[in-house]
Every structure is written in C-alpha cells, then in structure tokens.
C-alpha cells in the first residue's frame, strides 16, 4: 500500500521564479492538504483540496494557488518566489473533508535564493 | 495567542525515564486530537489519536482535558530511539490541521 508521495524532493530557486510542487495521496484517500514547514517551527495550513475545489485556505497570500486532478494528486504552485517562502512543503492526505488522521508525505524542501 | 501552544523544550532525560509533555488549545470548538512525531528533517507521522477517554499505545498515553482545553502526552520508559520533535495536533473538525510549534525530546543514554 503506497504512502503519499511527493517530488521533488528538494529544489533551488531563485527570488521572482516560479515553482510547482506536486503530490499524490494514500491509497483510498480523496482529500490533499498542503503545509509550509519552516525551521523550529510547526507545519502551517496552507489549502485543502477535495472534489478537485480548493476547500479550505489558510493565512497565505494569493502567490500560493493549487490544484487537484481527478485522480485525487494535487500540485502546489508558489509564483514570485521570496526568500521567506524557503521551506519544508509537506502535503497530507486523508479519506475525506473531515476529521480523519492525515498521513504525509516525506516533503518537498524548497530554498529560495 | 497562539491557537496550540506546547513548551518546545528541550527535555533531556535519561534512559528509562517517564517523560510528560503537555499542550493547551483555544478553540473550545476543536473535534479531534493528536500527537504526531517528527524525526530531524523528516515529515511528521502520527504517534496517536487523543480521545477524552484517554488512550494508551504500549509505552505512550494520551489525555485529553476538554474542560481545561489541555491534552498531554506521557511516555514511560523512555527509549533512545524516541528522541524526536513531538508536534500537539487539534482538527476544528474542518480538516485542517493546526499545530503546535512542537516539543523536542532528548533520551540521553
């Protein structure tokens, strides 16, 4: 039964690129959830995808968007890349919108210079 | 105010050693619990789900206060290979997960 995967797995960009990450869920689940992992610090919400609509959205601003095919992977796109956005960027599936445990994927780790 | 707060510690204990971490939340409205660790670098995994029942998985139990808006975690006999970030989890039953910014564990030998 294969995990959430995601790739890549690390990625270098310079400041005003643009870059997509990508993600697809536990076997059996429906709902991807993307979170931005900075240094000591715990994951942050950034969007929730189920049905191929973005459901819910945490405190990010618009340069952050994503997307879910109908197969259930998700992509997660940063445009006008900052050195703040440097980060661990965790997506985590589950079977439903709801309040099931979430599983994650081993992470996308993205520096910005 | 942050919406979980734990004490990032870090807490160095020796071998063997019965270890408690705990963690406060603020939205009163919160369905589910959780206790997730994290390895350096690596992506979070879920230790255990916190029931107002209280749970136990050998080694680890997991309380939850809804009253006190508390949750605790409590790890006995504490083993080298539980060194590790431990990340308090609430889910206002919306599917987003709020976390806390973690408590690091050191099992010294």
């Known amino acids: 039964d294969a995990g959430v995967t995601q790739s890549p797995t690390h990625l270098i960009k310079t400041r005003g690129q643009q870059v997509t990450l990508r993600c697809s869920p536990k076997?059996?689940?429906?709902?991807v959830s993307w979170y931005q992992q900075a240094l000591g610090q715990g994951p942050q919400f950034i969007f929730q995808?189920?049905?191929?609509?973005?459901?819910q959205r945490g405190n990010f601003p618009d340069r952050f968007s994503g997307h879910q095919f109908p197969n259930y992977s998700s992509e997660l796109n940063v445009n006008a890349l900052l050195l703040g956005d440097s980060a661990l960027y965790l997506c985590?599936?589950?079977?439903?919108?709801?309040?099931?445990?979430?599983?994650f994927g081993p992470g996308t780790r993205l520096t910005v210079t | 105010r942050k919406e979980v707060e734990q004490d990032p510690g870090p807490f160095n204990v020796p071998e063997g050693a019965t270890v408690a971490f705990n963690c406060t939340y603020s939205?009163?409205?919160?369905?589910?619990f959780f206790w997730y660790r994290q390895d350096c670098r690596k992506e979070p995994k879920l230790l255990m789900s916190?029931?107002?029942s209280g749970n136990e998985d050998g080694r680890f139990t997991a309380q939850l206060n809804r009253a006190s808006q508390y949750i605790s975690l409590l790890i006995r006999d504490s083993k080298l290979s539980d060194s590790a970030t431990y990340l308090c989890?609430?889910?206002?039953?919306?599917?987003?997960?709020?976390f806390g910014q973690g408590t690091t564990l050191q099992v010294k030998p």
């Open positions: 995808y189920y049905e191929e609509e973005e459901r």
């Open positions: 939205n009163s409205a919160s369905q589910s």
């Open positions: 989890v609430v889910n206002p039953a919306t599917g987003k997960l709020i």
């Open positions: 985590a599936s589950t079977r439903t919108s709801g309040a099931y445990e979430q599983y």
């Open positions: 916190v029931y107002s």
């Open positions: 076997s059996g689940h429906d709902t």
